[in-house]
């Protein structure tokens, strides 16, 4: 994979093992293990990455890949959880089971030999996106909410 990608890990998993693994197996080329990325430092990652992969054994709907996919990336990641909600396999990113090393490299090899496809997963990603942006949020309970406080046509009883 040497010239072919550059792995930014990010992270506060098993640290030591993954060094280890990089250090034997002399990936310092393509592997480059950052810690925990935030604020601007995530922004620029995300700003200047073209995939984005999350290979996680258990998640609920992750924002990294909600994040990821606002800016346009398409997504690598496993099946669990939400994540099948937002990642459409073959349309905006490629799932896999859990430790599935062999799917995790024919994910990469995909986009390797296939770079169109990471543009256009990258906008389908986008347009997946859209209904979770503050905007359309802000409408959607807009809406809501004004629905509850109209008047309506209820008879209310009381007493007094």
Same mark, same amino acid.
């Given at each position: 994979?040497?010239?072919?990608?550059?792995?930014?890990?990010?992270?506060?998993?098993?640290?030591?093992?993954?060094?280890?693994?990089?250090?034997?197996?002399?990936?310092?080329?393509?592997?480059?293990?950052?810690?925990?990325?935030?604020?601007?430092?995530?922004?620029?990652?995300?700003?200047?990455?073209?995939?984005?992969?999350? *290979?996680?054994?258990? !998640?609920?709907?992750?924002?990294?890949? =909600? /994040?990821?996919?606002?800016?346009?990336? $398409?997504?690598?990641?496993?099946?669990?959880?939400?994540?099948?909600?937002?990642?459409?396999?073959?349309?905006?990113?490629?799932?896999?089971?859990?430790?599935?090393?062999?799917?995790?490299?024919?994910?990469?090899?995909?986009?390797?030999?296939? *770079?169109?496809?990471? !543009?256009?997963?990258?906008?389908?990603? =986008? /347009?997946?996106?859209?209904?979770?942006? $503050?905007?359309?949020?802000?409408?959607?309970?807009?809406?809501?909410?004004?629905?509850?406080?109209?008047?309506?046509?209820?008879?209310?009883?009381?007493?007094?």
């Amino acid at each position: 994979y040497n010239n072919k990608i550059k792995l930014h890990i990010g992270g506060d998993g098993d640290v030591k093992k993954l060094l280890k693994i990089i250090q034997e197996n002399d990936l310092r080329n393509i592997v480059e293990y950052l810690g925990w990325v935030s604020n601007n430092e995530k922004n620029n990652l995300l700003l200047h990455s073209d995939i984005y992969m999350l *290979p996680s054994y258990a !998640e609920g709907l992750p924002v990294s890949i =909600l /994040e990821a996919m606002s800016y346009g990336m $398409p997504i690598i990641s496993t099946n669990v959880g939400g994540i099948p909600e937002i990642v459409k396999h073959q349309y905006n990113g490629l799932l896999f089971q859990p430790g599935d090393i062999d799917a995790i490299e024919n994910a990469l090899q995909f986009f390797i030999n296939q *770079p169109q496809k990471i !543009e256009e997963y990258g906008n389908h990603s =986008l /347009e997946l996106i859209q209904p979770y942006f $503050p905007k359309a949020v802000i409408e959607q309970l807009t809406q809501c909410y004004t629905s509850i406080l109209t008047p309506s046509e209820v008879s209310v009883a009381s007493h007094a």
